[in-house]
């Protein structure tokens, strides 16, 4: 995370960026904008601190002695920008507010982020997901009514929701939006928990362990299974299986049955090494408006997946390690294309660029590839191309790493599965690379 403000001093020839990036050691860093010199002497500072609270009063001190050299804080928050334009606008003081909450959240006890919050009421800061989400997080913090705590983060849940579906902004500071609405989600989770509803609280962090996992994620979601569903504690000890290396699966492998399911895992009596997860199969209601937003009817192959299987993952299980590959559901496959698309491209010219590199390369085009699965915590996945025509139906592997590059082409969606299949019970190492397994 890297916390950024901006400031503007005309002729504009001398503009500032400073950061604060928090983390196991967290530094202040600052920037000179529109550099003309050495890219790698840009800076005017940068120092490392012991601590997050000593970085963050640092951070403060230098905006004053910005401020006071009759710098100007605007309303930028990329901090990737190097360049603040002409006539920048100065930062409203509640955007101010609102960074300073963020930086006591990082850094400061409860009482001080309490009242940080109780001073931003009444102004445009207390409609914000961002300070919604810190309100709550002090209900939760507090012990406060769990129904209440529970509305509190329902809302800062919704507003960015809703915020999103009319296209309107949300100010978050450099927090981008898909880490807040995380951040967001787990504490659901936990609120949702605190009012003994563990089933709200297993579909939230579910949800993020699909759209956006990662180890403390996936702990979460298997503590769940093994302490309020013991039906799926299977589950929580394939994740104890593949991540205890990582620690925090303690508790989970000490539950009864664990030791047993570690022992034949290791001796290896799957013979297949996968099998599928109980998935939601879509409706045609549902496939027809996948294919509306993608202005493309989908093979007769996938389309019948969709309706059988829909949002599934295959589970990959063989002695010594594991794997998923997540399958989208239908109304996820516009919104994967577009990702796929804005990782590659990063403008309309290098588009049409990589649009003209993809036909002349492998004769499919780049726009008309959707990805329909990726494998669990790897930059990678099966693209389908469904541009009406010869290469129509056709199958790839695709990997971040490679972006102009297609592995693995296959006839269609059913072949290119069964060789991923097939490929897992042979433990051939070409597919299995796939999951990133040997």
């Known amino acids: ?51 997050i609270a000593d970085a963050a009063a640092a951070f403060r001190r230098h905006v004053a002695k910005l401020v006071a050299a009759g710098y100007v804080e605007t309303d930028h928050t990329n901090y990737t920008l190097r360049d603040l334009g ?3 606008r100065a930062k409203p003081d509640w955007q101010k507010g609102l960074d300073e909450l963020m930086i006591l959240a990082l850094s400061a006890p409860m009482a001080e982020q309490a009242a940080q919050l109780d001073a931003l009421k ?19 913090s507090a012990g406060d009514d769990a129904a209440q705590t529970v509305r509190l983060t329902e809302q800062a849940r919704d507003t960015l929701i809703a915020r999103r579906a ?30 003994d509803n563990p089933d709200a609280a297993l579909k939230t962090i579910e949800h993020l362990c699909k759209t956006a996992p990662n ?98 993952e295959l589970l990959v299980r063989l002695p010594e390690s594991s794997s998923e590959l997540r399958f989208y559901a239908p109304d996820e496959l ?11 491209a990063h403008s309309e010219d ?6 003209a590199y993809f036909r002349k390369e492998y004769g499919v085009s780049l726009k008309h590839l959707v990805p329909v699965a990726e494998p669990s915590q790897l930059s990678r996945c099966l693209l389908l191309h469904v541009e009406p025509g010869e290469r129509y139906g056709q199958c790839f592997q695709w990997d971040h790493d490679g972006a102009w590059e297609l592995e693995q082409p296959q006839p269609g969606f059913d072949v290119a599965l069964n060789a991923l299949t097939d490929g897992i019970e042979q433990r051939d190492a070409t597919q299995l690379a796939f999951f990133d397994l040997s």
């Not at 009444?122 to 309100?135: F, I, M, Q, V």
């Not at 516009?334 to 590659?344: E, G, K, P, S």
């Open 1 to 51: 995370m890297y916390l950024a403000k901006f400031f503007h001093r005309a002729p504009g020839d001398d503009d500032r960026e400073l950061m604060l990036v928090p983390g196991s050691d967290p530094m202040v860093i600052g920037v000179h904008m529109n550099w003309k010199g050495d890219p790698d002497a840009d800076e005017f500072l940068r120092k490392e601190f012991s601590g």
């Open 86 to 88: 002409p006539n920048p």
């Open 122 to 140: 009444g102004t445009p800061a207390e409609h914000e997901p961002l300070y919604l989400w810190h309100a709550a997080r002090r209900g939760y």
């Open 166 to 195: 009319a296209k309107e902004p949300h100010y978050a500071w450099s927090i981008y939006e898909g880490d807040l609405e995380g951040r967001i989600l787990e504490l659901l989770s936990d609120v949702y928990l605190e009012a």
């Open 215 to 312: 180890h403390a994620r996936i702990l979460k979601r298997a503590e769940l299974l093994c302490g309020f569903f013991p039906e799926r504690r299977e589950e929580a000890f394939d994740d104890a299986y593949q991540w205890s290396r990582f620690g925090g699966y303690e508790d989970i492998m000490a539950f009864p049955g664990y030791e047993a399911y570690a022992a034949q895992r290791k001796a290896g009596t799957s013979a297949k090494g996968w099998r599928w997860k109980p998935g939601t199969p879509a409706s045609e209601a549902d496939v027809s408006k996948a294919e509306q937003a993608l202005g493309v009817r989908l093979p007769d192959d996938y389309r019948k997946f969709l309706l059988t299987r829909g949002e599934t």
């Open 334 to 344: 516009a919104t994967q294309l577009r990702n796929v698309l804005d990782f590659i």
């Open 350 to 355: 290098e588009l049409e660029e990589a649009c």
